[in-house]
């Protein structure tokens, strides 16, 4: 077993104690924390935002999908709006990790939001709607990941979870528009 003494990037147990001790009012946010924290309870309220108005856009469209095939849609948004809701949940929680409060008034919110809410429309339109929004949301994540990168972790890792399940969502819309279609929109 190596000597604690020769991991110099490892800070002593003592010292770590003490750290602990203080500031304890800021919860988990230590001073080992690199990031920006107004930064990142910014970024992460745009992220609060874009997954709200995800969810209002899959929930109207499932209300109001009609057609042939209109029942396997309707329930493929639906579970789109509940996974979309947890994304949610998850940046709001992270925000009050960081010491902010979580932005959900609906004033504002498209404006504060990456996605856009939709028109509606017919089947199509909907399935078309909610690819564009997932692949919008796709690069957003990807350069916030880029921005938190060893910085902050915890946010880093969440946002890559969110995006695994946001390359699922446009997936699942492409397969549907190739379904009806017969041919790949996408190359």
């Known amino acids: ?3 604690a003494g020769e991991n110099t990037f490892l800070t002593d147990v003592q010292t770590l104690r003490e ?6 009012e800021k ?3 230590t001073p080992a924390y690199q990031g920006d924290v107004k930064t990142a309870i910014d970024l992460l309220q745009t992220v609060v935002a874009t997954e709200l108005v995800c969810v209002l856009r899959y929930t109207m469209h499932s209300i109001s999908v009609e057609g042939i095939t209109s029942e396997s849609v309707r329930a493929e948004f639906a579970t789109h709006a509940k996974e979309e809701r947890a994304h949610m949940m998850w940046a709001a929680e992270r925000i009050d ?3 902010g409060v979580p932005n959900l008034s609906p004033e504002g919110l498209a ?8 028109t509606g429309g017919n089947l199509i339109e909907m399935v078309r709607q909610n690819l564009v929004a997932e692949r919008l949301v796709i690069e957003h994540y990807r350069e916030l990941i880029r921005y938190f990168a060893d910085h902050d972790p915890t946010t880093r890792i969440m946002l890559e979870k969110i995006l695994a399940e946001e390359e699922e969502h446009a997936t699942d819309m ?3 528009l190739v379904a009806h279609e017969g041919r790949p929109f996408l190359s």
Request: charged share 25%.
């Open 27 to 29: 919860g988990a946010l």
């Open 19 to 24: 750290r602990a001790k203080k500031a304890i």
């Open 1 to 3: 077993m190596a000597d």
């Open 97 to 99: 990790q960081l010491g």
């Open 111 to 118: 404006t504060r939001a990456a996605s856009e809410y939709g």
């Open 174 to 176: 492409h397969d549907l």
